[in-house]
């Protein structure tokens, strides 16, 4: 048997979007769809209240299963102290044949500059919050184009610049600050291990063990 090992690197920002179905670690949740996301109340911490932060999510398809060929492991935490509890995972999957990605495998080669530099919509409509990037059914009372998942993220949005931006009329989704609650952004590189066997462990300790009873022999006294 093999074991799968895990490494983070950087990686350009297009390699991290939905469409490469990415394993991350930070930055936005790189949704595959809109079915089953979760909403606010599961992505609050049960213990502070607060909505939990994206930390990583794995890609992991199930080949045997026709509605989970493409499908992705969420995992939040809470990163509020003193709290920094609440660890929750979601899954979100898609059958090979859907309306959102090609029934081949993802390009190689970065698509052409968009000038999107972040995803705020899902591809058949529902806003995704400015913050967090999970869903965002509430919506800024000035300008309606700013969507968020709570009351926390719009007041952090707010102090960020949306209180200057609000109401001009060249106000879009497409600028969005750093809000200082996101996690750094990697790529999680998968490499896979040969499995260390019992009777190997059991070699290298015999041979452990000898090395050192040679090093305390060769001591004086």
């Given at each position: ?133 999970c869903l965002g059914p509430k919506t800024c ?14 007041t952090l949005d707010w102090r960020a610049g ?60």
């Amino acid at each position: 048997m093999a074991a799968e090992l895990g490494f983070v690197e950087a990686a350009p920002a297009w390699r991290l979007r939905s469409e490469q179905f990415p394993s991350k670690v930070g930055g936005r949740p790189a949704w595959l769809g809109e079915a089953g996301l979760p909403g606010p109340p599961e992505l609050a911490c049960a213990r502070c209240g607060r909505p939990l932060a994206f930390l990583l999510q794995l890609y992991a398809p199930l080949p045997g299963r026709a509605d989970a060929f493409h499908r992705g492991l969420f995992l939040f935490c809470c990163r509020a102290p003193p709290c920094c509890a609440g660890l929750r995972v979601f899954r979100n999957q898609l059958p090979r044949k859907n309306d959102f990605y090609s029934h081949e495998p993802p390009a190689e080669e970065p698509p052409p500059e968009t000038g999107e530099p972040v995803r705020l919509q899902l591809p058949s409509g529902p806003r995704l919050c400015r913050v967090c990037g999970c869903l965002g059914p509430k919506t800024c009372s000035g300008c309606h184009r700013a969507h968020y998942c709570s009351r926390d993220h719009q007041t952090l949005d707010w102090r960020a610049g949306h209180k200057q931006a609000c109401g001009q009329a060249d106000n879009s989704d497409n600028t969005v600050p750093d809000h200082n609650f996101l996690f750094p952004e990697f790529e999680i590189v998968i490499e896979t291990e040969d499995e260390i066997t019992p009777e190997v462990l059991e070699r290298e300790d015999e041979s452990e063990v000898t090395g050192s009873m040679g090093k305390f022999e060769n001591l004086t006294y």
